[in-house]
Structure formats: structure tokens, C-alpha cells
């Protein structure tokens, strides 16, 4: 069974960039889909963004569409997510995922890096 592991994580200013990066071993996950989901202090976890085995396919949250930028790289089996523009709001506990498809509900999940926006 693979693992995930999530770094990047970080304290940063409003408006600021952070990249996060999501490296997988013990298996490889380049015929899976992968994303980011994360959970602020006090509410559910909840969906970032997804990008398809090839890297063509992404999606995003509503909420961070035309800040953030999950991309991946199969050769080098890691994930990232591009933050830029960030806001206090974005603070949370953020967690790298893999499951069947784009559609599909997560099966693994990473131990997650804390990303703290400051105002």
C-alpha cells in the first residue's frame, strides 16, 4: 500500500504564494487520480482540487478557482498545489488524496501540512 507524504505547508501574509507538494511511494499512483482536500479549525473537510492520471483534467473548488494550480508529475510520482494570492480564510490543515477517478471518493489519504494565512 503507498503512502503519501505533504510539505510546503507554512505561515504566510495575506496575498502571499505558497507551493504545497505531495510525494508518493511504497506504489505508484500515475493510473490514479489525485487531489487536495483540506479542514479549517471547526468545519468538515472539504474538497480543493483534482487532477486526472494524465494531468489534463482539473478541478477546483469555487473558492480557489483562479488561485490555485494542482498539477503533477508521473515520472517523479509528487502532486502540487500552487497557492497564490492567499487569504486568512484559505487557513487549514491540507491533505493530499488519490482515488479511482476525478469523481471518485478518496481511498488515500496523506497525514496533511498546515497552511496559516496571516492578515
Not at 511504497?26 to 480543493?48: C, H, I, L, N
Not at 497564490?84 to 481511498?107: F, G, M, Q, W
Request: hydrophobic letters at 30%; charged letters at 20%; one cysteine or more.
Amino acid at each position: 500500500q503507498g503512502q503519501l507524504d505533504e510539505s510546503g505547508g507554512g505561515l504566510v501574509q495575506a496575498g502571499g504564494s505558497l507551493r504545497l507538494s505531495c510525494a508518493t511511494s511504497g506504489r505508484t499512483f500515475s493510473d490514479y487520480a489525485m487531489g487536495w482536500f483540506r479542514q479549517a479549525p471547526g468545519k468538515e473537510r472539504e474538497f480543493v482540487a483534482a487532477i486526472g492520471w494524465r494531468g489534463g483534467n482539473t478541478y477546483y473548488a469555487d473558492s480557489v478557482k483562479g488561485r490555485f494550480t494542482i498539477s503533477r508529475d508521473n515520472a517523479k510520482n509528487i502532486v502540487y498545489l500552487q497557492m497564490n494570492n492567499l487569504k486568512p480564510e484559505d487557513t487549514a490543515v491540507y491533505y493530499c488524496t488519490v482515488s479511482r477517478t476525478v469523481i471518485d471518493r478518496p481511498h488515500t489519504w496523506g497525514q496533511g501540512t498546515q497552511v496559516t494565512v496571516s492578515s
